[in-house]
């Protein structure tokens, strides 16, 4: 089946569709939940969870923009609610109390590999690894990710240029 007939057979309840979208986007879905929590059982269910709600509310697709981009943000709001009610974002910083950012060296962020810089991603604090993931990977802006998680603008630059810092920290740290 070609996406629009997966669409069409999920939307008239056909578990053989429901299984075989699951099946093309499950190992995605999952990727996206891990960039937000570090434990594989909790992005399992986290994972399960926003199929659940794919299939419940896949009439709201209507069909304009990717599906992909639809899915992803479903998932993506499965892992913000989930570190909602872990209240991650409380203890914050402020954009004045972070040091000036040293600059990266290019050469260590080029012999990184795509698993290493994941392992670094996910060992960020949570807050810092939401918004980090949020800004950079998903591409949302500070006034979106403050609206979304209910938190200051400026607590979302000041989260995100802490895990920069953090992130330059580690590469540097695992380059020496």
Known sequence: MDEQQLIAGCKSRNRLAQRELYEKYARKMLAVCLRYVNDKETARDLMQDGFVKVFT???TYSGIGAFEGWLRKIFVNCALEYLRRGDVLKESTDLDSTAELAQ?????????????????????PKGF????????????????????????????????????????????????
Request: charge should be positive.
């Open 57 to 59: 509310s896949i009439d």
């Open 104 to 124: 990266p060296d290019s050469n260590a962020i080029s012999d990184l590999s795509a698993a290493e810089l994941m392992r670094l991603v996910q060992s960020l």
């Open 129 to 176: 690894r939401t918004i980090f993931n949020m800004f950079a990977v998903e591409g949302y802006s500070h006034k979106e990710i403050s609206e979304m998680l209910g938190i200051n603008e400026s607590t979302s630059r000041s989260q995100y240029t802490r895990a920069k810092q953090l992130l330059q920290k580690k590469v540097k740290e695992l380059y020496k």
